[in-house]
């Protein structure tokens, strides 16, 4: 098993900045690869960003050139750097992996609150 566990949300104003942070633990897994996702209630889970091991990243289209993704040399941890922040950034951002044990599956977070606020 593979357990994610986020840091780094919160209240921020419109323009603000906020750095997410996840880090994978367990025993004898190795990440394929990991990135974030985020929900408003309602609304379908979508895809913010991803990397994966070869260093590859995807944005949304919503987040380029304000959101920068980015893991440790081991693997093991990932970051998101939300600049420029908007009101429509608000959500729960949710850390997912993508990783092998016996077997390959997707892991969650328990995720974590942005609220892009005056």
């Known amino acids: 098993q593979v357990q994610l566990v986020e840091s780094g949300g919160g209240l921020v104003q419109p323009g603000g900045s906020l750095r997410l942070s996840c880090v994978a633990s367990?025993?004898?897994?190795?990440?394929?690869?990991m990135g974030w996702y985020r929900q408003i209630p309602g609304k379908q889970r979508e895809l913010v960003a991803m990397?994966?091991?070869?260093?590859?990243?995807n944005y949304a289209d919503s987040v380029k050139g304000r959101f920068t993704a980015s893991r440790t040399n081991a693997g093991n941890t990932v970051y998101l750097q939300m600049n420029s922040l908007k009101p429509d950034d608000t959500a729960v951002y949710y850390c997912?992996?993508?990783?092998?044990?016996?077997?390959?599956?997707?892991?969650w977070g328990q995720g974590t609150q942005v609220t892009v606020s005056t």
């Open positions: 367990g025993s004898g897994f190795s990440i394929n690869a």
């Open positions: 990397i994966t091991t070869d260093g590859s990243t």
């Open positions: 997912y992996a993508r990783a092998t044990t016996t077997y390959t599956a997707q892991y």
